[in-house]
């Protein structure tokens, strides 16, 4: 299977950015930027300010990784998927939206919170904003790789499910209680790959999977998306 790589966003403790803006840097540990819908989008987004910063965390780089490949702007709906990796999801939410719960017997649960107390809900958030009508997943790992669900937005191309998909991780780090335990580090980060006849601007390389699901970028196998992003984008000035 194969695919162009066209795009590629991210948001993490070393700040945002697309591809064809400068290199890609690696985040580690720590407090991500603040993130206001001036970052997303240049026109209007009221949600933006209501999500949690889980959600605020994917949409932002989902609306990068967009404007890399030139498909930030639209008219009419695209069949483009959306496909996210995660650990922790919107963890952080749901401790949050149970504090709301246990006193008062309920009476005082946050209507507002319960929105965003499932991981997918971001996904939803993007599709409508960006207008994209491809199927939406989000993944559950247990230490981050993301290369799962790039293995399977690579596949739904391969078969003519959709011609264009976003995959890509998206957590917001473990919570206090976790901490130190290191299956993930805070961030978002995605890519957009398409098909050879669907791309708007040119692409940074090729993708490529072989039968037992190993994926290769310029024909060299790919060990983890950052470093993923470190290459495509290295060329970059």
């Not at 790992?141 to 937005?153: C, F, I, T, Y």
């Not at 957590?171 to 791309?199: K, M, T, W, Y």
Request: aromatic share 8%; net charge negative.
């Amino acid at each position: 299977m194969k695919a162009n790589l066209t795009g590629v966003g991210w948001v993490n403790t070393a700040g945002a950015g697309w591809g064809r803006q400068g290199p890609f840097r690696a985040g580690g540990d720590g407090p991500l930027p603040k993130l206001s819908r001036k970052d997303v989008s240049p026109g209007s987004f009221p949600r933006f300010g209501r999500m949690d910063s889980y959600s605020r965390l994917g949409v932002s780089a989902i609306s990068l990784a967009l404007k890399d490949a030139g498909l930030d702007e639209w008219t009419d709906p695209r069949e483009i998927a959306i496909i996210a990796s995660t650990v922790y999801g919107c963890l952080k939410t749901d401790e949050d939206y149970c504090d709301t719960v246990i006193p008062e017997g309920g009476r005082l649960a946050s209507p507002h919170l319960f929105v965003y107390a499932l991981t997918s809900t971001f996904l939803g958030e993007a599709a409508i904003h960006f207008g994209l009508s491809g199927p939406s997943f989000a993944l559950s790992e247990s230490v981050l790789s993301g290369l799962p669900g790039v293995s399977m937005a690579m596949r739904g191309i391969g078969k003519g499910e959709y011609d264009s998909a976003l995959a890509g991780v998206c957590d917001a780090g473990a919570p206090p209680a976790l901490a130190g335990i290191g299956r993930s580090v805070p961030g978002a980060l995605f890519f957009v790959l398409q098909n050879e006849n669907s791309s708007r601007r040119p692409s940074y390389g090729t993708l490529t999977q072989n039968g037992s699901g190993t994926l290769f970028y310029d024909g060299k196998e790919v060990e983890d998306l950052n470093t993923l992003a470190s290459i495509c984008t290295a060329s970059i000035t």
